[in-house]
């Protein structure tokens, strides 16, 4: 091996030392590591490693395999100074090449870079720095939604005022071309308008001041050896411009008025290109409309007890633990718990569900809702970036400042478009000037101008981002949250759904239904229930439910463990329990009744869980609970057939339950009795036999398959964990989202497609027709701007996609 080097890695997921061990040994197995050692309690992992060999992506990559997450930094920049996909490209790769820096994506048409990285190894100010030195500003985002609409805005004011002033010059060396073609000649022109030294007046301030962007723009380019759009405008309206100029200085001879000055191609081209910018920055803006809806949803202020004093507040001052007053009609300011009170709330914000739900005292509430009719008081629980709203805008931007793979295409095209564009300019000036137009210098020159002009390829460096900015923001207004373009654009390629089955087929809320012992019912429940307690489990929490609304005092909880996969086994009263499964009672060498088996056999084909319970390793009796299809599941899983789709259905429940389960809502094929670490090897089997899967469940149990999967989605009624280690996240719980994001990867990546398609296809026709001198540069400067803006167009097509009734 090379030279050794370092790199220490949080670790997020384990849950005990022997997911360390596991961890530890998977990234010794990477090639080029010569030693790792993984630290359960710090959740850190230490790798010495050759980086001649291996990086950093590598390490990341095989710890999520193995169903755990590396917790990075991640800064969010604007950028400023961007003009085309170019500038961005090149942003990108200074980025990537930083030691320390994960992945960094740079957005054009955001106007932003979202940095993954190691503190350890680089700093936000080196970032900085090493971009400043290219001639761009990074500025770390503070309130990222408000921040990037004001952008937008300074933005949109700043182009207006340099097109208005452009245009106000322009006009009338405009008014002086036009009126030299034969169809106008009767359109009166003012003698002054002629005048080199006139229009020398109007071209200048025009070519140097507000069009000095383009220069200090294409200075920055060349100095880091590469070329963008600033360098193919710079070149074009400078030829015309300096012709001119010279032409006017030769006019100090004696000449009269020289109809074969340029000022107005130089003038009109900047003008036209600022009208374009103009439109593509009002577009853009529009197409991160859901951001500002989102922002728009989130209360102002909010009415808080403090030290028994009534005051309204901003809701930037609530803390966690403040109760906050909310009347009828009143939004709800903060994610927390109904403390008293009860009322409808309005939650179609945040689930699409027009129908007010119902809550009362214990129940939790999300922040930005609409509370209907009731006065409630809650207790605050999540407060300002952690609310579900927060969660949803930060998650929606992530995801519009992202970059899908199709992107690399256009992005790898527009870092070389430009130098051979000036080739062919040059190419074309040659032809023209020798061959074509023989010591004309003028008409070469007119030609020249006109390929550099209609070459840019900013419709190219548009074509995707916009399209994922308007497919992601309005995925998030159906309650879809794809947590980045790779995502939305692979969400379109599966073929085989898995669905987890409690709380993502079934709503995740069983009830207790039956208890069949030998025992005092009565104490074997107080038994049960106070093992069962200790458990997150939906199943166990129903039995708790059950037994506490037959009134019965719980026993004390000594300890307890969960085993995964088989059940339970604590200590309670002094007496040793295990609740669970067939599994875990011939585990522990306990003889199950065979009456008691066909019970719980008759239990599971109707639908029903049953557990077996042990006491002091003695049989001692049986509980049932069953938990319920939720009203969509059947309708959702026949709509994913209808696509095309195979539909499996897994769990960690009993075959039986489990074909129950799926006969009632038209699944076929189902994998029961699972543990959960073998959700994840079950996904494996279906990739290596080239499927495309996405795995849809809602449990800390179903992480492991969420990250292995092609595509993982959590339900958003589940756990922080499965959100986390998912890659698309569905707000309503309802498994027509499922079929509702593959349309909408579908829709955006068609639309993507079409972009390209047509960016393409302008570049490949307008560079031979202006080459072949069948374009004026200021049409040719009409038609980018026309590109570019057609492009956005295009995109926010999307905006107005409607879900299926």
């Known amino acids: 091996m090379g030279a050794q080097k370092e790199v220490n890695l949080q670790i997020q997921g384990m849950t005990c030392a022997a997911c360390a061990n596991r961890i530890e040994k998977g990234l010794k197995k990477v090639e080029g590591v010569a030693d790792a050692n993984v630290n359960f309690a710090l959740e850190r992992s230490k790798i010495s490693y050759d980086p001649s060999i291996t990086d950093l992506k590598k390490f990341e990559e095989k710890i999520q395999s193995l169903g755990y997450q590396v917790v990075k930094e991640k800064a969010e920049f604007n950028v400023t100074g961007m003009t085309c996909a170019a500038c961005a490209n090149k942003i990108e790769k200074k980025l990537n090449r930083l030691s320390g820096v994960s992945t960094a994506n740079v957005n054009f048409a955001l106007e932003s870079a979202s940095v993954e990285y190691d503190p350890n190894e680089v700093t936000i100010e080196e970032m900085k720095e090493s971009i400043k030195k290219l001639g761009y500003q990074l500025d770390e985002k503070s309130d990222k939604g408000t921040e990037s609409v004001d952008h937008r805005e300074k933005e949109i004011k700043k182009q207006q005022v340099k097109f208005i002033a452009s245009a106000i010059l322009s006009l009338p060396l405009l008014w002086a071309m036009v009126s030299h073609f034969e169809f106008t000649s ?47 405008v710079a070149l074009g309206t ?12 030769q006019s100090l001879g004696g000449h009269g008025h020289m109809v074969e000055l340029y000022f107005e191609t130089s003038a009109v081209l900047i003008t036209l290109i600022l009208l374009g910018k103009l439109f593509e920055v009002k577009a853009k803006g529009r197409s991160s409309e859901a951001i500002k809806k989102l922002m728009g949803l989130q209360a102002k202020n909010a009415t808080v007890v403090r030290e028994g004093t009534e005051m309204v507040i901003p809701i930037a001052e609530v803390l966690v633990g403040d109760v906050v007053y909310v009347k009828p009609g009143e939004k709800v300011p903060v ?213 506490q609304e037959l009134n019965i005092q719980l026993g004390k909880s000594e300890s307890f463990e969960a085993i995964p996969g088989h059940g339970v086994q604590a200590t309670v009263d002094g007496r040793l329990l295990h609740i669970g499964t067939r599994r875990l009672m011939k585990k522990e060498n306990i003889q199950v009744p065979e009456k008691s088996l066909d019970q719980m056999v008759s239990f599971e084909k109707t639908g029903k869980t049953a557990m077996l319970v042990a006491v002091d390793h003695q049989y001692a009796g049986l509980v049932a609970v069953a938990d319920t299809i939720k009203e969509t599941s059947k309708d959702a899983i026949a709509r994913l057939k209808e696509m095309g789709l195979d539909v499996v259905m897994i769990t960690g429940d009993n075959q039986q339950t489990a074909d129950a389960i799926a006969k009632e809502v038209g699944i076929e094929h189902t994998i029961a009795e699972v543990l959960p670490e073998g959700k994840a090897e079950e996904v494996k089997k279906l990739q290596a036999k080239g499927r495309k899967v996405a795995m849809v469940g809602d449990g800390i149990n179903d992480a492991p398959a969420l990250a292995t999967a092609d595509i993982g989605m959590a339900i ?90």
């Not at 047509?758 to 009409?782: E, M, T």
């Open 186 to 232: 009767f359109i009166w022109l003012p003698e002054v308008f002629m005048n080199p030294w006139f229009q020398l007046a109007l071209a200048t301030p025009v070519q140097f001041i507000i069009g000095g962007q383009f220069y200090v723009g294409a200075y920055k380019a060349l100095r880091n050896k590469s070329a963008n759009m600033d360098v193919l």
């Open 238 to 249: 400078s030829a015309a411009y300096f012709y001119s100029l010279y032409l006017t200085i």
């Open 335 to 547: 994610d927390g718990e109904i403390v008293e009170g009860q009322s409808a709330l309005d939650e179609s914000m945040l689930t699409g569900e027009s129908i007010p739900v119902d809550k009362t005292i214990g129940d939790h509430v999300i922040g930005s809702t609409i509370n209907k009719n009731g006065f409630l008081k809650i207790k605050a629980t999540k407060v300002g970036k952690d609310t579900a709203l927060a969660q949803i805008i930060k998650v929606v931007e992530e995801a519009q400042g992202s970059k899908a793979p199709i992107q690399r295409l256009a992005d790898n095209i527009s870092g070389v478009f430009v130098p051979i564009v000036v080739g062919i300019s040059i190419v074309t000036f040659v032809i023209w000037y020798t061959l074509v137009a023989p010591g004309d210098f003028a008409e070469a020159l007119e030609k020249l101008i006109a390929v550099l002009v209609i070459a840019c390829p900013c419709a190219l460096g548009l074509a995707t981002p916009t399209s994922i900015m308007a497919g992601s923001g309005r995925s998030a207004e159906f309650g879809i949250l794809f947590k980045g373009g790779e995502h939305l654009e692979q969400t379109h390629r599966l073929d085989t759904i898995i669905l987890d089955k409690t709380g993502t087929v079934t709503n995740g809320a069983p009830k207790l239904t039956d208890v069949s012992t030998d025992w005092n019912e009565a104490e074997l429940l107080k038994l049960v229930g106070a093992a069962e307690k200790q458990s997150e489990h939906p199943l166990a929490e129903a039995i708790v439910e059950g037994i």
């Open 716 to 805: 958003g009624t589940g756990t922080d964990v499965a959100m986390e280690a998912a890659d698309i996240t569905l707000i309503r719980g309802d498994l027509n989202s499922i079929a509702d994001a593959i349309m909408m990867s579908k829709k955006t990546i068609r639309n993507i497609r079409q972009n390209l398609f047509w960016a393409f296809a302008y570049n490949s026709a307008g560079v031979p027709i202006a080459a072949l001198g069948f374009l004026a540069p200021w049409l040719a400067g009409a038609a980018m701007a026309f590109s570019s803006v057609s492009v956005v167009l295009n995109a926010l097509r999307l905006q107005r996609v409607k879900l299926k009734a």
